[in-house]
């Protein structure tokens, strides 16, 4: 397993941007792929976006599709999400996920995670 903390969320005006990060543990964080998930009270647990262990598949829920940015920096094991023009709908509770070899898109689908950074975005 891998430990994974989530940092960067915060309030944030209706338009405005905010960018997340994910720090892993560990010298093989290049070895995973790594997700962003979002959980607002009362919903599921929802995918975001992914990226694979080299950066050369990204993947983003339609939600989010040319809103937000999802990267990582393999040599500071670290991951990141760019997040412009948030909406009040993109408030929730924003997880890191990572599974080995392929990207993913459920939750049951990552065995490791952060404890989560809360975003919310006001009107």
């Known amino acids: 397993q891998v430990q994974l903390v989530e940092s960067g969320g915060g309030l944030v005006q209706a338009g405005g941007s905010l960018t997340l990060s994910c720090a892993a543990s560990?010298?093989?964080?290049?070895?995973?792929?790594l997700a962003w998930f979002r959980q607002a009270p009362g919903k599921e647990r929802q995918f975001v976006t992914a990226i694979s262990s080299s950066g050369s598949t990204i993947r983003y829920a339609d939600s989010v599709k040319g809103r937000f940015t999802i990267s990582r920096d393999n040599a500071k094991s670290t991951a990141y999400l760019q997040m412009n023009y948030l909406e009040p709908e993109d408030t929730a509770l924003y997880y890191c996920?990572?599974?080995?070899?392929?990207?993913?898109?459920?939750?049951?689908?990552?065995?490791?995670w952060g404890q989560g950074t809360q975003v919310t975005v006001s009107s």
């Open positions: 996920a990572t599974r080995t070899t392929y990207i993913a898109s459920t939750a049951a689908q990552y065995p490791n």
């Open positions: 560990g010298r093989t964080f290049s070895n995973y792929v």
